[in-house]
Nanobody
Framework: QVQLVESGGGLVQAGGSLRLSCAAS????????MGWFRQAPGKEREFVAG????????RNADAVKGRFAISRDNAKNTGYLQLFNLKPDDTAVYYC??????????????????WGQGTQVTVSS
């Protein structure tokens, strides 16, 4: 079992930045992929970024390339999503998720086994 808790969301102006954190507990000794997804009102849940269990490979959605950076610190059992140059269209609930099956980053939400509760990111214009 893996438990995930997101934090770090908030209200920021366009062009600002935030760092989201995802604290993991439970079955953290096994390799797992961590993904970040977001969901805005009226939209489907969208893949944002993913990182391999070791942190040696990452994958970012085209919409956020160059602005968001995913990382992890396995010694702290924590993953991060750094958000730069935020835009109003980035407003959404952001979720972290764990994929304990695949050894590579997948982009479909249904492939992930465990999810956090989400943290709200709101970007004002």
């Amino acid at each position: 079992q893996v438990q995930l808790v997101e934090s770090g969301g908030g209200l920021v102006q366009a062009g600002g930045s935030l760092r989201l954190s995802c604290a993991a507990s439970g079955r953290t000794s096994d390799p797992y992929v961590m993904g970040w997804f977001r969901q805005a009102p009226g939209k489907e849940r969208e893949f944002v970024a993913g990182i391999s269990g070791s942190g040696d490979s990452t994958r970012n959605a085209d919409a956020v390339k160059g602005r968001f950076a995913i990382s992890r610190d396995n010694a702290k059992n924590t993953g991060y999503l750094q958000l730069f140059n935020l835009k109003p269209d980035d407003t959404a609930v952001y979720y972290c998720a764990a994929d304990t099956v695949a050894g590579f980053v997948r982009t479909v939400a249904g492939n992930y086994d465990y999810w956090g509760q989400g943290t709200q990111v709101t970007v004002s214009s």
